[in-house]
């Protein structure tokens, strides 16, 4: 199986810095795309940014300028540095992985998501 880890996180002041990362473990052939998804209190999940195995990026446009995305192959792992907080930006963060892997002798694949982190920008 496959396991997408979150860390970071947390309470910040409006104006303030976070650091999300993620760790992709498990049955692994390939990962394809890797980003971030959020959730705000009564609305649906949305992407926040996205990046390819090639690091080709798409940014939601409340992303643009503030937020990074940044990915190490080698190690499974992407990071979304944000910086610029605001209130709006609240909500849970998802870590989304496309991964390929072996099921049943095809390779197929799979979409994965992580636990959730909880970011809230609040003076």
């Known amino acids: 199986q496959v396991q997408l880890v979150e860390s970071g996180g947390g309470l910040v002041q409006p104006g303030g810095s976070l650091r999300l990362s993620c760790a992709a473990s498990?049955?692994?052939?390939?990962?394809?795309?890797m980003g971030w998804y959020r959730e705000a209190p009564g609305k649906q999940r949305e992407l926040v940014v996205r990046?390819?195995?090639?690091?080709?990026?798409r940014y939601s446009d409340s992303a643009k300028g503030r937020f990074t995305i940044s990915r190490d192959n080698a190690k499974n792992t992407v990071t979304l540095q944000m910086n610029s907080l605001k209130p709006e930006d609240t909500a849970v963060y998802y870590c989304?992985?496309?991964?390929?892997?072996?099921?049943?002798?095809?390779?197929?694949?799979?979409?994965?998501w992580g636990q959730g982190t909880q970011v809230t920008v609040s003076a």
């Open positions: 989304y992985a496309g991964i390929s892997r072996w099921s049943s002798g095809i390779l197929a694949q799979f979409q994965y």
């Open positions: 990046i390819n195995s090639g690091g080709s990026t």
């Open positions: 498990g049955d692994i052939f390939r990962i394809n795309d």
